[in-house]
């Protein structure tokens, strides 16, 4: 059975596979510049999906220009469902989380948010006693608590010649 090169839908239905049929077919990324993208349909805690994206020889979403924001956000209008009352948005896990030590919001790298690319709607970390996280929702960058459950957003530099890369 050959795998479809069909755009991507909703998580839970990994662009509409099954999923016997997931089992034998590999993740779809989604390539910019010179950046890929999964946006997993599995979900699990921060950590869970730290780990998952490790797997993929991939890490967490760091978000480092106002053009792959962009890119991101616009992707996400692919990952939705109508509730009736409205558009819902899945929510996936990026690579920022609140370090308590130094009071910061930072990048899985430890390095430091830049303020001029996004506001957290509720910068609050305290509000979060199993740890601060973020997630993007749509076009909203949101924390939360690290322990919930919320889709993965890997990324890794485009892969040269079968080598993987991780940065």
């Known amino acids: 059975m050959s795998c479809p090169d069909s755009p991507p839908g909703p998580p839970d239905t990994l662009w509409g596979q099954t999923l016997d049929k997931r089992m034998k077919c590999p993740a779809l990324w989604i390539a910019n510049q010179d950046r890929s993208y ?4 599995e979900k699990g805690t921060w950590d869970q999906c730290k780990s998952s994206c ?3 020889y991939a890490k967490l979403l760091k978000i ?3 053009e792959e924001l962009d890119f991101i956000t616009a992707t996400f209008f692919q990952y939705t469902e109508n509730r009736g009352s409205g558009v819902y948005y899945y929510p996936f896990w990026t690579g920022l989380s609140y370090n308590s030590r130094t009071g910061m919001w930072v990048w899985a790298d430890n390095s ?3 303020s001029s690319l996004f506001v957290l709607s509720d910068p609050s970390p305290q509000n979060y006693p199993g ?3 973020a997630y993007l929702q749509g076009d909203k960058v949101k924390p939360g608590d690290c322990g919930e459950l919320r889709f993965c957003l890997c990324e890794k530099k485009k892969e040269a010649q079968g080598k993987k890369k991780v940065d």
């Open 112 to 114: 430091a948010l830049s």
């Open 38 to 41: 999964l946006f997993s349909p």
């Open 131 to 133: 740890g601060a996280c």
């Open 54 to 56: 490790i797997s993929e």
């Open 64 to 66: 480092k220009r106002e």
